[in-house]
Structures are given as C-alpha cells and as structure tokens.
C-alpha cells in the first residue's frame, strides 16, 4: 500500500510531535507491513531537512496550482490513502484541495488526522499573558484569542465551527487520537459518529534506544515554547514553590515565547534552570526522573508517553481528556487539578522527597506505556487502512 502523508512543515522529527509522530506511525507502517511513505508539506522548517530514511519521495506544496500538484503527485506515485495531519490551520485549510485532487484519481480515499483537543480555540489565556503577546509576540493570533474571549461563548464557538465543518466534509473518515474526543469534536459539526475513528499516539522511541541509564535529580520539560498552549511560565511558577537545592530543571524545546520565560527565570531569580534550546530528547528523558506537562490543552500529550517510556514520572494537569488515556494517576504518574500551582508544587516535593515512590511510579510507567507500542498502534492503523 502507498500513503501519502501531508503535514504543515516537512518531516523533521525534533521540531514538533506532530512531525514527530508522523515520522513514527510511517516508519512503522514501512517496517512492519511494508508499506511505502511519501511526504507532502507545506512549508519547509529552518531547523532541519525531511529524514530520508522513512519516505519514498518529500515534495513541498506550491503556493499555485495545488489541486494540479496533489493530483499528479498522487497519480505518480500510486497513492492509495492520503492521511493530512490536521491541527494547524494550513492543513485543516488545505482539506477543500486535497478532496478535488483524490476525487481526480481513481479508488483514493482520504483521512484527516485532527492532532489537538476540539475546542482548545476556546480555552481563555489569562490576561498578563495575553498582554504580553499582544506587544511581544504574533499580534494577530493575540488579538484572534483576545475577540473569541470577549464574545459570548455562542458566538464565539460559531466562529471556530467552520475549522471542524470543513475537514469532516472533506473526508472519508475523521481520525481522532482519543474517545473522549469525539462528542468535543461532533459539538462542532452535529455529524455521525459512525465518521469518526480514534488510535492513540504510538510511542515515540523504539525499544532498543531506551538506555536503564542511573536516573539523575533532574527535573524536565520537553515542549514547544508556546505560552498559549504550553504555559511554560506554570511549569516556572511551580520550580518556584518547590526546588530544592539538589534538583535541577531542565527546559529543552524552542518557540517565540523563549526569551519571554529566560527573563522570568532571571526576575523570579529561580535556581538550577537551564534552557537546552532544540535537542534530541531521548538523553533527557533518560537522565531525569520527574516530567512537568502544564499544557492548557493537548491533542494527546506525546511527552508524556515518551517520558512514562524513559522511566521518567510524569506529573500532569488535568486540562484534556486524553490525559486519562495515558497517566493512571498516582500509579504511573500523577494528574493535578487544573491550574492548581499549589498542589503541582506539593506533588513534585512529594516526588523528589520519597526516591520509594518515585521509584515506584517510574516502574509502571515503563511497563503501562507499552499497551501503545508501535506495534499494537501500528496494527489498528493498518486495520483502519485495509477497511477504509
């Protein structure tokens, strides 16, 4: 079988989880059942070139004639199932394309992959934030999010409506990563939950890349540096209630909101910070013993899979459904009530206290993250395939 997948940026598996599982869900579908990959994107990325070891064949998108690419690149190459990896708006707005080109060529079927929490455009920002976007950051995207807060939430959930309408229209079938989703998702376009399907984030690492590497007093973040959504300033507010002179945190990851938490560090005077900047974070994960997730919402939260894979005890807020799919708390990392910062703080103290349960936590999570192996999640995309 020959799959076409379409992202936003070309596949570069350390700039983002969507890259990143893109990568993973083609390498195992090329290794285990001998499928053949091909990357289509829209932009190239600054920070690194599509690997070449998982796709046939890479092209970027043109600004013109993009119904004419699409068609010709599928016709090429023999596509039998193009999967666009939606979430951002450029492959959610590319849906409209992508159904004119595959209804140009004969037995293609088309799915959208949404890779984010339906609804997370109405998830408020609080305002110093907010502010500081408004002056620092993309001043368009801030005042986007500053209308939909001040407007009644009917309207504003009619605004982003459109978002989810189009993509379920477009496709044969709308893949969601978890089944807390798809009432969030179908709130949206009052569809037939027959047209929906879900599979979990597979696991990002193979097996044989876990090194049993002596844990450190480390603490980690691996994230995009994104206040809007990843809401590192938590993660820093939380260092500030509970480090300990021993412990460290480590920030890997990159974004526009990186000098803004840099300065906060330094104002908040917080010790034992460093921020890595873009880096492989398998070593990380490795060495740390206590992960930080403090997103106000994720799609599904690949860090934490991939921390719970390294042994690395994930603490979590409640903010998404699908946190419940991947953290049973208090056995294999522990779930906080949302925007709590005193009880974030009070649980990681307890964890850097007790080496016991710490202990404890880190031996689940190896063992309860392997229900999403890339072998067990591999097979329900190919079942999903052969039946589209």
């Known amino acids: 079988m020959n799959i076409l997948f379409v992202t936003n940026k070309n596949v570069y598996p350390l700039i983002g989880g969507i890259e990143r599982i893109t990568y993973s869900v083609a390498e195992a579908l090329r290794n285990i059942y001998g499928m053949h990959c091909y990357s289509l994107y829209t932009q190239e990325n600054k920070f690194g070139e599509t690997t070449t070891d998982v796709f046939e064949e890479k092209e970027c998108l043109?600004?013109?004639?993009?119904?004419?690419?699409?068609?010709?690149?599928?016709?090429?190459?023999?596509?039998?199932?193009?999967?666009?990896q939606g979430s951002d708006a450029r492959v959610n707005q590319l849906m409209p394309q992508l159904r004119e080109a595959v209804d140009q060529c004969?037995?293609?079927?088309?799915?959208?992959?949404?890779?984010?929490?339906?609804?997370?455009?109405?998830?408020?920002?609080?305002?110093?934030?907010?502010?500081?976007r408004l002056f620092h950051g993309n001043k368009s995207a801030a005042l986007r999010q500053l209308l939909i807060q001040l407007l009644p939430s009917s309207i504003a959930t009619k605004l982003?409506?459109?978002?989810?309408?189009?993509?379920?229209?477009?496709?044969?079938?709308?893949?969601?990563?978890?089944?807390?989703?798809?009432?969030?998702?179908?709130?949206f376009v009052g569809g037939d939950?027959?047209?929906?399907?879900?599979?979990?984030?597979?696991?990002?690492?193979?097996?044989?890349?876990?090194?049993?590497?002596?844990?450190?007093?480390e603490v980690l973040v691996v994230s995009?540096?994104?206040?809007?959504?990843?809401?590192?300033?938590?993660?820093?507010?939380?260092?500030?209630?509970?480090?300990?002179?021993?412990?460290?945190?480590?920030?890997?990851?990159?974004?526009?909101?990186?000098?803004?938490?840099?300065?906060?560090?330094?104002?908040?005077?917080?010790?034992?910070?460093?921020?890595?900047?873009?880096?492989?974070?398998?070593?990380?994960?490795?060495?740390?013993?206590?992960?930080?997730?403090?997103?106000?919402?994720?799609?599904?939260?690949l860090t934490l899979t991939e921390a719970q894979q390294c042994g690395c005890v994930p603490i979590a807020f409640d903010s998404y459904s699908a946190v419940h799919d991947i953290i049973d708390n208090d056995k294999n990392g522990i779930i906080v009530p949302e925007g709590d910062i005193d009880a974030y703080a009070h649980r990681l103290q307890e964890l850097m206290n007790n080496p016991e349960a710490l202990q404890r936590l880190s031996d689940n999570a190896r063992k309860d993250c392997l229900r999403y192996s890339r072998e067990n999640i591999a097979k329900q995309w190919k079942t999903l395939l052969d039946n589209l």
């Open 193 to 217: 939950e027959s047209r929906y399907a879900v599979i979990n984030n597979m696991l990002s690492f193979p097996a044989a890349a876990i090194k049993n590497e002596e844990k450190q007093k």
């Open 224 to 301: 995009r540096l994104d206040e809007r959504q990843k809401r590192i300033k938590h993660a820093l507010h939380v260092w500030r209630k509970a480090n300990q002179p021993d412990w460290y945190l480590r920030i890997v990851g990159y974004g526009e909101d990186a000098q803004y938490y840099q300065k906060l560090a330094q104002k908040w005077q917080l010790p034992n910070v460093s921020f890595e900047g873009i880096q492989d974070p398998l070593p990380y994960y490795q060495k740390a013993s206590i992960f930080l997730m403090v997103s106000a919402f994720e799609g599904w939260g």
């Open 106 to 132: 004969t037995g293609v079927k088309l799915l959208f992959v949404y890779h984010q929490m339906p609804g997370f455009e109405l998830v408020p920002m609080d305002v110093p934030t907010l502010w500081h």
């Open 160 to 187: 982003v409506c459109e978002k989810y309408r189009v993509p379920y229209d477009k496709a044969d079938k709308v893949v969601l990563l978890s089944d807390g989703f798809i009432a969030q998702y179908n709130h």
């Open 62 to 84: 043109r600004e013109k004639d993009q119904v004419e690419q699409i068609a010709a690149y599928i016709k090429k190459n023999a596509i039998e199932v193009v999967i666009a």
